[in-house]
């Protein structure tokens, strides 16, 4: 079946820096990638999320690549805010497995002031 | 406003005791979905229902059950609950067609097994 491995599994950045955090998948009918940020106590929330059609999107500081031949996929966020701090979960999905998320193990990222 | 509710947010209770978590969703949605997280393991499916009657093993099915009567209700029993259970536990919810869509997560909840 389907696997995601998330790295890295903790990341520190100084505000304004930017952070990058990496995925890769192995199933190669995976053709949604879903990025979701999850605060304290709150449940998972998109932030973005890509399709197997496009290799590039991006939505003001937070943009995602995806590279299908190696099956990786990366967040890119630009001009690191505080309130960006919180832990970040990649996933993949395809249509052949009902639509199931397969998620990374997840990042913590935490921007210093 | 569109969301998903799960109750209760937080339980402790004893192995062997019976417990329901309820999950309700307004967005009319089809697809519901319960998911367990634990430390270093991210997300990991437990049961998922296409419509109303129909659901289905996730990953991590056993020891827990589902049932789907309503569209809007997606609860999650755990019949005889034992410690290993004991984690933080999310419902979500999107709509079928055109393609995969964005899942809508509830807040969570947080169940100690003693």
């Known amino acids: 079946g389907e696997n995601v491995e998330q790295h890295p599994s903790t990341l520190s950045v100084q505000e304004g820096d930017s952070a990058v955090i990496k995925c890769t998948y192995s199933?190669?009918?995976?053709?949604?990638f879903p990025w979701y940020k999850q605060e304290l106590g709150k449940g998972p929330q998109l932030i973005i999320d890509?399709?197997?059609?496009?290799g590039e999107k991006k939505d003001q500081r937070i943009a995602v690549t995806l590279n299908k031949t190696a099956k990786h996929f990366s967040l890119h966020i630009t001009e690191t805010q505080p309130e960006d701090s919180a832990v970040y979960f990649c996933?993949?999905?395809?249509?052949?497995?009902?639509?199931?998320?397969?998620f990374g193990s997840g990042t913590r990222l935490l921007v210093r002031p | 406003e569109a969301q998903v509710t799960q109750n209760p947010r937080y339980l402790i209770t004893v192995t062997g005791k019976k417990l329901t978590v309820t999950c309700s969703q307004n967005?009319?949605?089809?697809?519901m979905s319960w998911y367990r997280q634990d430390p270093g393991l991210g997300l990991r499916q437990i049961y998922y229902?296409?419509?109303?009657?129909?659901?289905d093993k996730g990953d991590v099915p056993e020891g827990y059950k589902v049932s789907r009567k309503e569209k809007r209700n997606f609860p999650l029993i755990l019949e005889s609950p034992s410690p290993n259970q004991t984690s933080l536990y999310f419902c979500?919810?999107?709509?079928?067609?055109?393609?995969?869509?964005?899942?809508?997560f509830g807040d969570g909840t947080r169940l100690s097994i003693l």
């Open positions: 979500a919810s999107r709509p079928l067609g055109r393609g995969n869509q964005p899942q809508h």
């Open positions: 199933d190669s009918a995976s053709n949604y």
């Open positions: 890509i399709r197997s059609n496009v």
């Open positions: 996933a993949a999905s395809s249509m052949d497995s009902s639509y199931k998320l397969i």
């Open positions: 967005m009319n949605h089809e697809y």
């Open positions: 229902s296409m419509n109303v009657e129909v659901t």
